[in-house]
């Protein structure tokens, strides 16, 4: 008997009708067959001979992978917006395209954005805690009073389609000015809701609320760390829809506990989830979130 390659392999199990045009050419697909990541070494074993491989933000992407998969890999799609798991480089190298899934998730990830921000501002997390709990004791003017968005100022770290969405919805909250961080001006994003170019270090000085929704790179890696919160106001709220590498956790960590900053919610973190005894998860004034919405397969390419 002969043995067929799989023409493509897809990292986890998704619907038959996911690859529409691929069914309809009859092309040889291979699924993992799991909702849990593959693990490395059979990744490295199921990409042998294969022309296109369809992974997820878990798939680490990089000259190992592409040199098992050999020669025959002609395109890497990620079901993602964020291709941070991807090396762009060792894609190039080889000359093997890249899909991805921008504009998919914008409405999602903004809605979840500015739940997590209410959510963290308004302190729902502890207060339904204290309910629970037997902590409200009774009513007490000024208890669990959070911080409001009216005439506020926000701060957006990285204005692309998701922070200007975020901005979108904030807006009828009464925010009062909008700032925003990026590698350079985006007034393509910054007219509809205008928002105003400043340096980061200015951006953590004036905000009432910091939103990281910002790319992943080796420039923003890290990029929220001590000397930006130290900048920050004491009842500054800090929420990061956008991985956890750009936040270094330590100093996050120290911040929150030193009264640097009020509080922070995180949709993202490294690793992911944390581990259940990590000292972030421990306080009060930070909330993770484990809401990921699902992602539709509409790709774009990257290269
Ligand atoms: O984090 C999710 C994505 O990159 O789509």
Redesign the pocket.
């Known amino acids: 008997m002969t043995h067929v390659n799989p023409v493509c392999f897809t990292s986890r199990s998704h619907d038959p009708d996911t690859f529409p045009h691929l069914s309809s050419c009859s092309c040889n697909i291979e699924q993992w067959d799991s909702d849990e990541p593959v693990p490395r070494s059979e990744l490295l074993e199921k990409v042998a001979g294969i022309r296109g491989l369809y992974c997820l933000?878990t798939e680490k992407i990089d000259a190992e992978v592409l040199d098992a998969a050999g020669p025959s890999l002609q395109v890497v799609s990620t079901m993602?917006?964020?291709y941070d798991h991807v090396s762009l480089e060792e894609l190039k190298k080889r000359g093997i395209r890249l899909g991805y899934?921008p504009d998919v998730?914008t409405e999602a990830v903004a809605e979840l954005t500015v739940a997590l921000l209410l959510a963290t501002s308004r302190r729902l997390l502890e207060a339904v805690d204290e309910a629970k709990n037997g902590g409200w004791g009774t009513w007490k003017p000024l208890w669990m009073c959070g911080y409001g968005l009216t005439d506020s100022t926000v701060g957006i770290l990285g204005l692309g389609r998701i922070g200007a969405a975020v901005m979108a919805r904030l807006k009828p909250f009464g925010v009062k000015r909008f700032l925003y961080a990026d590698t350079g001006p985006r007034p393509d994003m910054a007219t509809k809701i205008p928002a105003e170019f400043v340096p980061l270090e200015e951006l953590a000085r004036h905000s009432d609320f910091v939103v990281v929704c910002c790319a992943l790179t080796p420039e923003t890696q890290g990029i929220c760390a001590s000397s930006l919160f130290s900048l920050m106001k004491d009842t500054a709220i800090f929420i990061n829809t956008s991985r956890g590498g750009v936040v270094n956790q330590e100093d996050l960590y120290q911040a929150l506990v030193n009264g640097q900053i009020a509080a922070a919610g995180l949709d993202v973190t490294e690793p992911e989830p944390l581990p259940i005894d990590h000292p972030l998860l421990k306080l009060k004034n930070c909330g993770e979130s484990v809401l990921k919405p699902a992602?539709k397969q509409w790709l774009k390419m990257v290269i």
């Open positions: 933000l993602s917006v964020g899934t998730l992602e």
